[in-house]
C-alpha cells in the first residue's frame, strides 16, 4: 500500500521550504532594487498556496514510509520542486517557455549545470542567485535536507536515504539517519562559508563569492558569467575553486571522520585512494599534452589540466579555457573522467569510484582465477570482504547505465543531432557533468537542441542524480502491485 497522505504532506512541506527560499531571493532583488522582485514575490505566493493545500491534504498520513514509499517521493519531489522552482524565469519573461524553463531549472537541482542561457550576465541578481542556490540546495540532495527535518513530521528518513542516496553503500556514522543528515548538512554549509571568505580574499565581490560558493560545494558548475571562472582571470581563484570541488567530490561520511580526527578511516578508505590516484594520473597526462601541444609553462599547464580534469571528475562543470580547442585526445580523456566520476556520498554524478574500485577487483579476480581455479579469492574493499549481493548490484548498474548511454545516443542522432554532440550531451547529463563536446561543449549554451531532445536530456538529469534505479524501478509493473 502507498501512502499518499504522507507523501503529499512531505511534498508540501518541501514546497513550503522552497518558497522560503525564493523568498530569499526576492531579498536579493530588492538589495539591488531590479525588476525580478515581483516575480519572486508571485513564485513564492503560488509555491506557498500549493504547499500549504498539500501538507492540508496530508493530514491524517501515515508515520512511517514504506520503500516503495521512499522512491515514489524522490523522484515525485525533484520533478515538483523543479516545476515551482521554474516559475521566476518564466514571469520574469527571461526563459518565456516552459521546455527552457524546466530544463534551467532541473539542471539546477540536479546539480547538472548544463544552461540554455546564451548571456547570462543580462539576467537580474536576484535569478543569478536563485539559479545558484538550485544548485547548492539540489547538491547534496533536497531529499537529504528533508531527512533532517522530518523527526519534526514524525516520519522515519530511511526510506527516503536509501532511495536517494548515491553509490552503492550507505554509510550511517550515526544510528539515526536524521543525526548523520545534520552532521552531514553542517560540514557543507560550513565548508561554503570558508570559500566564500576565501573568494571574496582572491578579489571576488560578495555576490559573486556566493554564488561560485553555491555551484562549487553543490559540483552544479552554475556560474554568474558567460565565460564561468574563465572570466576572472585569476589563478589563485582557479587554485581555490579547484581545490574546494576535489574536496566536494569525497564522500562526506569521510569528510565527517577527518572533523572527528578518525584518520585511520580515511586512510583505509579504497575509493578516496582511487578518487585521489584518477586526480593525479588525468591532470599529469593532459598537462604534458598542454605543455607540448600548447606551449604553455609548467605551471599553466599544469593549473588548466588540474581544474578542468577535477571540474569533469567531480561532475561540476565549471570551466577556464574552451577544451574543444585542445587536442581532440583530451576530448577522450575528458570522456572517460565524465563517465568516472567522483565518489559515491557526495555531490557528484558519474558512476562513481567506488563502482569502478569494485569493478577493478573483480576484474583483477577473475585473473586470478583462471591461473588458480580453485582458489577463494574474496573481493575485498575497505579491507572487508564485498558479499556477491554488493558486485551483482554494481555489474547491474553499470551495464544499465552504460545501456541508457547507448540508447540515449541513438535517439539523439535520430533526432539529426551529430554524433560527437550526442554522445557528449546523453554522458553529460546522465553523468550530471554540465559542458558536453562538440555545439554542447563548455563555450555553448544547449539552446540549439531540439525541444524532445531538451526533455530527454531533463529525464537524464533525474535518471542519473538518483542513481538510476530508484526512476527506472517506477516504470516496472512489479513495483505497482499490491503487497
Request: aromatic fraction near 14%; charged fraction near 10%; proline fraction near 3%.
Amino acid at each position: 500500500m502507498i501512502h499518499i497522505k504522507t507523501i503529499l504532506r512531505i511534498i508540501g512541506a518541501l514546497l513550503l521550504l522552497e518558497m522560503g527560499l525564493l523568498l530569499v531571493c526576492s531579498g536579493i532583488s530588492f538589495y539591488y532594487n531590479e525588476i525580478d522582485l515581483a516575480a519572486f514575490w508571485m513564485s513564492a505566493g503560488i509555491t506557498g498556496i500549493v504547499g500549504l493545500g498539500l501538507t492540508f491534504l496530508g493530514q491524517g498520513g501515515e508515520r512511517q514510509l514504506t520503500r516503495r514509499d521512499g522512491y515514489i517521493l524522490v523522484s515525485l519531489a525533484w520533478i515538483v520542486v523543479s516545476v515551482f522552482g521554474m516559475l521566476p524565469y518564466l514571469i520574469t519573461g527571461y526563459i518565456p517557455d516552459v521546455t527552457n524553463a524546466f530544463f534551467e531549472t532541473i539542471s539546477g537541482f540536479t546539480s547538472t549545470g548544463s544552461s540554455i542561457l546564451d548571456d547570462i550576465e543580462s539576467l537580474p541578481h536576484g535569478l543569478l542567485f536563485w539559479r545558484s542556490m538550485t544548485n547548492w540546495i539540489g547538491g547534496l540532495g533536497i531529499i537529504m535536507f528533508t531527512i533532517a527535518i522530518l523527526p519534526i513530521f514524525g516520519v522515519s528518513g530511511l526510506q527516503m536515504f536509501a532511495a536517494e542516496a548515491s553509490g552503492p553503500t550507505h554509510d550511517k556514522v550515526h544510528p539515526r539517519i536524521g543525526i548523520t543528515a545534520k552532521w552531514i548538512w553542517s560540514i557543507y554549509a560550513g565548508i561554503t562559508a570558508i570559500l566564500v571568505v576565501l573568494l571574496m580574499v582572491g578579489g571576488m565581490d560578495w555576490f559573486d563569492s556566493v554564488c561560485h560558493a553555491f555551484a562549487t560545494t553543490g559540483t552544479g558548475g552554475f556560474s554568474t558569467k558567460q565565460a564561468s571562472v574563465a572570466a576572472f582571470n585569476s589563478p589563485y581563484i582557479e587554485y581555490v575553486i579547484a581545490a574546494f570541488m576535489f574536496t566536494s567530490g569525497i564522500n562526506f561520511t569521510m569528510l565527517l571522520y577527518f572533523v572527528q580526527r578518525k584518520f585511520k578511516k580515511i586512510g583505509n578508505d579504497d575509493e578516496l585512494k582511487w578518487y585521489v590516484r584518477s586526480v593525479f594520473f588525468f591532470t599529469l597526462i593532459i598537462g604534458v599534452i598542454l605543455y607540448f601541444t600548447k606551449h604553455y609553462g609548467v605551471e599553466e599547464s599544469f593549473r588548466k589540466a588540474l581544474f578542468q580534469v577535477i571540474s569533469i571528475h567531480t561532475s561540476t562543470g565549471f570551466i577556464i579555457e574552451d577544451y574543444m580547442t585542445w587536442m581532440p585526445v583530451t576530448w577522450v580523456l575528458f570522456t572517460i573522467i565524465m563517465l568516472i566520476g567522483a565518489c559515491a556520498g557526495s555531490t557528484t554524478g558519474g558512476i562513481k569510484c567506488i563502482r569502478m574500485t569494485i569493478l577493478g577487483k573483480v576484474a583483477r579476480g577473475e585473473f586470478k582465477h583462471i591461473l588458480h581455479p580453485n582458489a577463494v579469492l574474496p573481493v575485498r574493499i575497505n579491507k572487508q570482504v564485498a558479499p556477491p549481493t554488493l558486485q551483482s548490484t554494481v555489474l547491474a548498474f553499470t551495464f544499465l547505465y552504460t545501456c541508457v548511454i547507448f540508447i540515449s545516443v541513438l535517439l539523439m542522432m535520430a533526432m539529426g543531432i551529430d554524433g560527437l554532440e550526442s554522445l557528449g550531451c546523453v554522458v553529460s547529463a546522465v553523468g550530471n557533468m554540465g559542458p558536453g563536446l562538440g555545439a554542447a561543449g563548455p563555450t555553448y549554451s544547449w539552446n540549439a537542441l531540439p525541444e524532445v531532445a531538451k526533455w530527454l536530456m531533463a529525464f537524464l538529469m533525474l535518471l542519473g542524480r538518483l542513481e538510476l534505479f530508484t526512476v527506472l524501478l517506477l516504470f516496472t509493473p512489479g513495483f505497482w502491485k499490491k503487497r
